[in-house]
């Protein structure tokens, strides 16, 4: 029945069809598929569908609740931000692989099976390599095939948990899982992966900044919130997450206060804001879990919104580095707008995160995590720090560099999606209560209390006197054309030059093992020629008289042992 099949697969089946149709229609093809996908989600009734029968395991390809379909909608908004972001692309790749990206983390939100989940959750991480790779530069080339061992080996950890969570429990059913077994432990290292806990976080930083202008912008929605929704649905209360999320929002902000890669930059202020994500789900209650939903939707929005203010002016100058930018308010005024609201809604009142973020701090305070709630307090502050002043004030503030290019004009859909999401990202905020109504479970909060306004103003206030007493003072770090790595230098540094030792280890005792091998094969054709050259002792022509003498002397010996015996 058609009540019965996944969203996800709309945007995907639809994808296929892209490179058929002339660029005149694809733009409005490609707008249309998830505006039918919202339509179908919002009929959709709540409960179990498309169960398939498969070996001893029954799978349930749609399941609808409340929780998916917070992230499903999301997901689908963010479809079609980033498709209008994308409409002056003419590379229909790119087109299908976003679709088939949006597609994918889609059908994973309403996975109702593990075998389901794993079947998309490795379709996200092919179709979005291609988002990479589209970028066409040795660099991109060489970070997707990073990215896609990172994630492809997230779906072998998955794949083996799954099959150990089978073995024992019987059961493929994606509900609570926690890590009192193993195979959770390695479901919930799977899942970490991808939600770029502490020590794997390193391919969000190293991938992003090498997608193409559009193609970040698809990425910064779907991967890690994908992980966070999962982490949502199976680990929620478990209480080791507590401290890999406040860990998570606090270290990425020292890393992106000295990166000079805006995308960069912004990539390490995603991984913060996944901390206090993973936070709400370490402590589980329901308005922590309200919090997670909130905070989700409102981050893939504004931080799509300025990952698209930096990409158009990437688009524009070529460059999004810091060190070559500067002075761009003038030169590009809509486009800072629309990167101050973005910014204003990690923290400022009446843009989104205010009226989503709170719910997670409040039941941090509630559940008595008093430290977390003053690192998490901190880590707001220093993500404000981050993308609400020193990026405008690198790329649109100060003199603008000398060799500063203009090399396009910024297209009107890239404008118009940037409004649509800036118009989100305030009407959230102003009218936040259609955004309660959809949450998992049922919401008694008021945002706009005195004292969260205060405390949050605070926050700002204080990250605005410290950045422009470090501007006044000239303390803010000099931003050098570098590449700052952290625990990818495992791979990146160390992994590199093992290889290559590897490398040369294997070639010498290849060389070496040629040359023996040359050298017994020598030997071999001496003592060959030895015995059976033209002059040799078995080579040679014998008398016939002779070998009838040889057989006679053989059939006497046979003879003597025979009666002998």
Not at 37 to 57: H, K, T, W
Not at 310 to 320: E, Y
Not at 404 to 428: E, Q
Request: hydrophobic letters at 55%; proline letters at 4%.
């Amino acid at each position: 029945m058609i009540s019965e099949l996944n969203p996800g697969l709309i945007l995907i089946l639809g994808a296929f069809f892209v490179p058929l149709l002339p660029r005149c229609l694809r733009s409005i093809y490609m707008l249309a598929i998830p505006i039918i996908a919202l339509v179908y989600l919002s009929y959709l009734p709540v409960g179990e569908f498309g169960r398939i029968p498969l070996f001893d395991m029954e799978l349930v390809t749609l399941r609808v609740d409340r929780l998916s379909l917070v992230f499903g909608y999301v997901f689908l908004i963010a479809a079609v931000i980033g498709i209008i972001y994308s409409w002056h692309v003419r590379d229909w790749a790119q087109h299908v692989s976003g679709m088939v990206y949006a597609g994918s983390a889609v059908g994973a939100a309403f996975a109702g099976d593990l075998v389901t989940l794993f079947v998309f959750w490795e379709l996200t991480a092919i179709a979005s390599v291609f988002l990479i790779w589209a970028s066409r530069t040795v660099a991109s080339y060489r970070s997707g095939h990073r990215y896609l061992i990172i994630q492809i080996g997230s779906g072998v950890i998955l794949l083996s948990g799954i099959l150990i969570y089978f073995r024992d429990t019987g059961s493929i059913s994606f509900n609570s899982i926690g890590i009192e077994m193993f195979a959770g432990q390695l479901i919930l290292l799977a899942f970490g992966i991808k939600c770029a806990f502490p020590l794997l976080n390193n391919w969000l930083q190293d991938s992003y900044p090498h997608a193409t202008v559009t193609g970040t912008v698809l990425l910064s929605a779907y991967t890690t919130k994908l992980a966070v929704y999962a982490l949502a649905r199976g680990y929620a209360g478990t209480d080791i997450l507590i401290p890999v999320g406040v860990v998570m929002a606090v270290f990425p902000i020292f890393f992106a206060i000295i990166e000079n890669d805006m995308r960069r930059l912004l990539a390490h202020a995603l991984n913060n804001q996944l901390g206090f994500m993973v936070v709400g789900v370490g402590i589980g209650t329901e308005l922590a879990i309200n919090g997670v939903a909130a905070h989700a939707f409102c981050h893939i929005i504004y931080k799509a919104l300025l990952f698209m203010a930096v990409g158009a002016v990437l688009f524009r100058v070529g460059t999004a580095k810091a060190s070559e930018l500067g002075g761009l308010r003038d030169v590009m005024p809509w486009t800072f707008a629309f990167c101050m609201v973005g910014a204003a809604s990690i923290s400022l009142p009446f843009f989104s995160s205010f009226v989503a973020k709170s719910l997670i701090l409040s039941a941090a305070l509630k559940g008595e995590y008093f430290w977390p709630w003053i690192l998490m307090l901190t880590a707001s502050a220093g993500a404000f720090f981050v993308c609400g002043l020193r990026l405008p004030y690198a790329v649109f503030g100060g003199e603008r560099a000398k060799d500063l290019k203009f090399l396009h004009k910024v297209p009107t859909n890239m404008y118009v999606a940037m409004s649509l999401a800036a118009v989100l990202c305030i009407s959230i905020g102003v009218y936040y209560t259609p955004l309660y109504k959809i949450m998992p479970y049922s919401v008694k909060y008021d945002p706009y209390t005195l004292d969260h306004i205060v405390v949050q103003l605070q926050l700002v206030a204080f990250s605005t006197l410290a950045f422009m007493l470090m501007i006044k003072l000239k303390m803010l770090p000099v931003l050098k054309k570098s590449t700052i790595i952290d625990g990818d230098w495992v791979y990146r540094k160390f992994g590199y030059h093992l290889a290559q030792t590897l490398a040369l280890m294997a070639q010498v005792s290849w060389i070496s093992g040629a040359r023996g091998l040359t050298k017994a094969v020598v030997k071999l054709e001496r003592l060959v020629n030895t015995y059976h050259s033209s002059d040799s002792v078995l080579g040679r022509t014998w008398p016939s008289g002779s070998i009838a003498s040889c057989a006679v002397i053989i059939l006497c010996c046979y003879l003597v042992l025979f009666y002998l015996a």
